[in-house]
């Protein structure tokens, strides 16, 4: 996975995160490259366990990263009410923290099927091909109907061995 400045934040963004012991899963384009894919993204989707405490073990993690103010402001309120709460980290790189998905997903459940990757000794719990390819089905959005069909492929092949 060497594809520049975007996949050192990452790692650094995991690292930083399970040095907190926050209660996570990776999700979106970074969980599809984890999978095998070559399809490009933009930012970091993390769904994280949408708990007053495992929210505040997030901005613990997030200081050790950034000397921003702005970390205050990210709420477990904001994490329940909100689908994607976006926080612009100050090197221009963007982090979607979810803590739900809608009615479709919860924490519990994406957790309960998360695969862990290991990525230059960064352990990182990345959402299963199953659960993803579920997760994927149901949007509009071209690049989640190509990731669709990719995750079917790997599942295929997993299946037979």
Same mark, same amino acid.
């Given at each position: 996975?060497?594809? /520049?400045?975007?996949?050192?934040?990452?790692?650094?963004?995991?690292?930083?995160?399970?040095?907190?012991?926050?209660?996570?899963?990776?999700?979106?384009?970074?969980?599809?490259?984890?999978? /095998?894919?070559?399809?490009?993204? %933009?930012?970091?989707?993390?769904?994280?366990?949408?708990?007053?405490?495992?929210?505040?073990?997030?901005?613990?993690?997030?200081? #050790?990263?950034?000397?921003?103010?702005?970390?205050?402001?990210?709420?477990?309120?904001?994490?329940?009410?909100? *689908?994607?709460?976006?926080?612009?980290?100050?090197?221009?790189?963007?982090?979607?923290?979810?803590?739900?998905?809608? %009615?479709? *997903?919860?924490?519990?459940?994406?957790?309960?099927? #998360?695969?862990?990757?290991?990525?230059?000794?960064?352990?990182?719990?990345?959402?299963?091909? %199953?659960?993803?390819?579920?997760?994927? %089905?149901?949007?509009?959005?071209?690049?989640?109907?190509?990731?669709?069909?990719?995750?079917?492929?790997?599942?295929?092949?997993?299946? #037979?061995?």
């Amino acid at each position: 996975m060497a594809f /520049g400045r975007l996949s050192d934040f990452f790692l650094k963004v995991c690292k930083a995160l399970n040095e907190e012991n926050v209660e996570y899963v990776i999700i979106g384009g970074f969980a599809m490259i984890l999978h /095998g894919s070559s399809r490009f993204t %933009e930012d970091i989707d993390i769904f994280i366990k949408p708990t007053e405490k495992n929210v505040e073990k997030l901005k613990a993690s997030l200081r #050790k990263l950034f000397d921003d103010d702005s970390i205050g402001g990210i709420s477990h309120s904001d994490l329940l009410q909100y *689908a994607v709460i976006r926080y612009g980290t100050p090197e221009g790189f963007y982090i979607d923290l979810i803590g739900r998905i809608g %009615e479709i *997903a919860s924490y519990e459940e994406v957790d309960a099927g #998360k695969e862990i990757k290991v990525v230059d000794d960064v352990p990182i719990p990345v959402c299963g091909v %199953e659960k993803l390819l579920f997760l994927k %089905e149901g949007t509009l959005r071209n690049k989640d109907k190509m990731d669709a069909i990719f995750l079917k492929e790997k599942l295929k092949k997993l299946k #037979k061995g």
